[in-house]
């Protein structure tokens, strides 16, 4: 599999996200948080040969399938992308030159105008911190790209950040969709809890993203 349709030519919404980051950032991490967050549904895995991993989400009353690719080199994926999802480690300074590097390749090499995510992970490593809020968000703003911390570890602002990638990518096809988002998952006879649950979620989002944060933090707008 791995030949989904990108973009709007497809009215599905199939949308290929490669992550990228140096080597032991998390990729991996985030992508198994966001296969196991109790949001979104997974599909089932068609590949074993790939580090790809696919599920539904349902943003807007819009089905879409996001794929992931855990890439640590972007010079052998000559795929299209929706998005870019770049990854650093704030106690690993190397990897947010490397970080720094990606985001050069994508926006400079490639002049990818994709909406692209730039997350700073472990943020749970508080001592251990060489890489300060301040100048990564100076790196977000330089390449036009949003900015989040996480913790995988910890499951902290995983689920905003898959939420806010998928919302970046649709704003990006459409920019007039409505700031309101709704999200409901597919099946398994859970749909009355866990659409509760979701709803809680967004209401948490969504009062975290009217305080005022610097633009590049706020993943619903553009
Ligand atoms: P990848 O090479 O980028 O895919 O990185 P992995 O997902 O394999 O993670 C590398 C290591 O970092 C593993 O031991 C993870 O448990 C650990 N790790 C991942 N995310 C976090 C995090 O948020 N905090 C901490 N403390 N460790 C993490
Ligand atoms: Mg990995």
């Given at each position: 599999m791995g030949n989904g349709c990108c973009s709007s030519s497809c009215s599905a919404g199939y949308y290929r996200v490669p992550i990228i980051?140096?080597?032991?950032?998390?990729k991996t991490a985030i992508v198994n948080r966001f296969m196991s967050s109790e949001y979104m549904s997974p599909m089932e895995?068609?590949?074993?040969?790939?580090d790809e991993r696919k599920l539904t989400v349902v943003v807007d009353n819009e089905e879409s399938i996001m794929e992931f690719i855990d890439l640590?080199?972007?010079?052998n994926d000559d795929l299209p992308a929706d998005a870019y999802v770049v990854v650093f480690s704030v106690h690993d300074s190397d990897s947010f030159t490397l970080a720094e590097e990606f985001l050069q390749y994508l926006r400079?090499?490639?002049?990818s105008d994709r909406p692209i995510i730039l997350v700073a992970n472990k943020i749970d490593l508080v001592r251990k911190r060489q890489v300060t809020k301040e100048e990564a968000r100076q790196l977000a703003k330089e390449f036009e790209c949003k900015y989040i911390e996480t913790s995988a570890v910890l499951n902290h602002k995983v689920d905003e950040l898959l939420v806010g990638l998928l919302k970046q990518i649709k704003l990006k096809l459409?920019?007039?969709?409505?700031?309101?988002a709704t999200i409901v998952t597919q099946g398994k006879g859970k749909k009355h809890a866990l659409l509760k649950g979701t709803k809680r979620l967004l209401s948490k989002i969504l009062r975290r993203t009217s305080q005022p944060v610097s633009q590049c933090e706020n993943l619903f707008h553009l």
């Open positions: 980051g140096a080597h032991g950032v998390g895995s068609t590949t074993d040969d790939f640590s080199s972007v010079e400079n090499e490639l002049d459409n920019p007039d969709v409505i700031q309101k």
